[in-house]
């Protein structure tokens, strides 16, 4: 069983920066596969970004593409996103989500595990 807990979210300007955390229960966060989700209200969850147990295999949504960086600390059980050049359409409730294996998991439907969820709110 893996918990995951999120938190940095908020509100900011448009073009301003945050950055999300992830920490994960758990002593096999280290073989998971970890994502990003984002649902804005009225529309279906979609992904933002996911990272292989190593680090190595990155994926990124064309939307967030040179915006959003995602990493992780094995040491530390967290995962992160950080956010620079906000848009408003960047506002959602962005999700943490964990799954065992060693793909990059692109689907929500492939993943095992889901954190509560933090808010994002980008505007002037």
């Known amino acids: 069983q893996v918990q995951l807990v999120e938190s940095g979210g908020g509100w900011v300007q448009p073009g301003g920066s945050l950055r999300l955390s992830c920490a994960a229960s758990?002593?096999?966060?280290?073989?998971?596969?970890m994502g990003w989700f984002r649902q804005a209200p009225g529309k279906e969850r979609e992904s933002v970004a996911v990272?292989?147990?190593?680090?190595?295999?990155?994926y990124y949504a064309d939307s967030v593409t040179g915006r959003f960086t995602i990493s992780r600390d094995n040491a530390k059980n967290t995962v992160y996103l950080q956010m620079n050049r906000l848009k408003p359409e960047d506002t959602a409730v962005y999700y943490c989500?964990?799954?065992?294996?060693?793909?990059?998991?692109?689907?929500?439907?492939?993943?095992?595990?889901w954190g509560q969820g933090t808010q994002v709110s980008v505007s002037s």
């Open positions: 990272i292989t147990w190593s680090g190595e295999n990155l």
């Open positions: 989500a964990a799954r065992n294996g060693v793909r990059r998991y692109r689907d929500q439907y492939d993943y095992d595990y």
């Open positions: 758990g002593r096999t966060f280290s073989t998971y596969t």
